[in-house]
C-alpha cells in the first residue's frame, strides 16, 4: 500500500522558515517524481513545486510565486522529499500536501498544517 | 500558465441523478506525440486529501465506481457521475499536467439536492 507522510508544519512567525518532510512507502521512492501542494483554508489545490526521479535527471519545476522562496529536494536512501519555505508570509497558512507522479497526481498525503502568524 | 475554468462552482443533485462539472483549459492538453490528453479529475471529500479518479481525461484509476466518467476534446472536458451516491458529496478539481506549473480548476462543490 502506497503512504506518503509528510511532517514539519507548525505555527512559524512571518519571515521565518520552515522544512517540511514527506516520507513515501509501498512503492519505488527512488523512481517517482515527487510534487508538493498546498489548500489554503476553505480555498482550492495549489501546486507548488516538483522534482523528478534522478533517472529522470533530479531536475525542480515550481509555481512561479514560489521561485526563489521555496526549495525541493529528495534523499532517496530515506525515501523522503522536503520542502524548504523561507521568508514566509501570512498568505502561505495552508495545509501542505506531498503527492506523487508527473502524469497526474496519483497519491497523495495526509498533509501537514503550516500557519504563519504573529 | 494555463487556466483552468470550472463551471459550475457549486451543484446540487438529486440522489441517482445525473451530476456533469466542466472544465475548460486556456490552451489544448492533446499532446500529438501520444495523442492523449493531459487533463485529471480529482475528488476531495470533507477533511480528506484529494484523490486521484480519472487520467488522460478519460481513463478510471483503478478502484474508481464505473459511474465516474471523464469525456472531451481540445480544451473542453466534462467529469460525469451518472447516478448521484451519498458517498460522491465532495468537491471535485480539474487539473492539467500537460506543462508545469501544474494548474487546477478553482472547484465544484457537489451536494445532495
Known amino acids: 500500500e502506497v503512504q506518503l507522510v509528510e511532517s514539519g508544519g507548525g505555527l512559524v512567525k512571518p519571515g521565518g522558515s520552515l522544512r517540511l518532510s514527506c516520507a513515501g512507502s509501498g512503492f519505488s521512492f527512488s523512481n517517482a517524481w515527487m510534487n508538493w501542494v498546498r489548500q489554503a483554508p476553505g480555498k482550492g489545490l495549489e501546486w507548488i513545486a516538483q522534482?523528478?526521479?534522478?533517472?529522470?535527471?533530479?531536475?525542480?519545476d515550481y509555481a512561479t510565486p514560489m521561485k526563489g522562496r521555496f526549495t525541493i529536494s529528495r534523499e532517496d536512501s530515506k525515501n523522503t522529499a522536503y520542502l524548504q519555505m523561507n521568508t514566509l508570509e501570512t498568505e502561505d497558512t495552508a495545509v501542505y500536501y506531498c503527492a506523487t507522479g508527473g502524469l497526474g497526481l496519483d497519491y497523495w498525503g495526509q498533509g501537514t498544517l503550516v500557519t504563519v502568524s504573529s | 500558465d494555463i487556466v483552468m475554468t470550472q463551471s459550475p462552482d457549486s451543484l446540487a443533485v438529486s440522489l441517482g441523478e445525473r451530476a456533469t462539472i466542466s472544465c475548460k483549459s486556456s490552451?489544448?492538453?492533446?499532446?500529438?506525440?501520444?495523442?492523449?490528453?493531459?487533463l485529471g479529475w480529482l475528488q476531495q471529500k470533507p477533511g480528506q486529501p484529494p484523490k486521484f479518479l480519472i487520467r488522460?481525461?478519460?481513463s478510471r484509476e483503478s478502484g474508481v465506481p464505473d459511474r465516474f466518467s471523464g469525456s472531451g476534446s481540445g480544451t473542453d472536458f466534462t467529469l460525469t457521475i451518472s447516478s448521484l451516491q451519498a458517498e460522491d458529496v465532495a468537491i471535485y478539481y480539474c487539473?492539467?499536467?500537460?506543462?508545469?506549473?501544474?494548474?487546477f480548476g478553482q472547484g465544484t462543490k457537489l451536494e445532495i439536492k
Open positions: 488522460w481525461a478519460s
Open positions: 522534482i523528478k526521479s534522478k533517472p529522470n535527471g533530479g531536475t525542480t
Open positions: 490552451q489544448s492538453l492533446l499532446y500529438t506525440s501520444d495523442n492523449k490528453y493531459y
Open positions: 487539473q492539467q499536467f500537460y506543462t508545469t506549473p501544474y494548474t
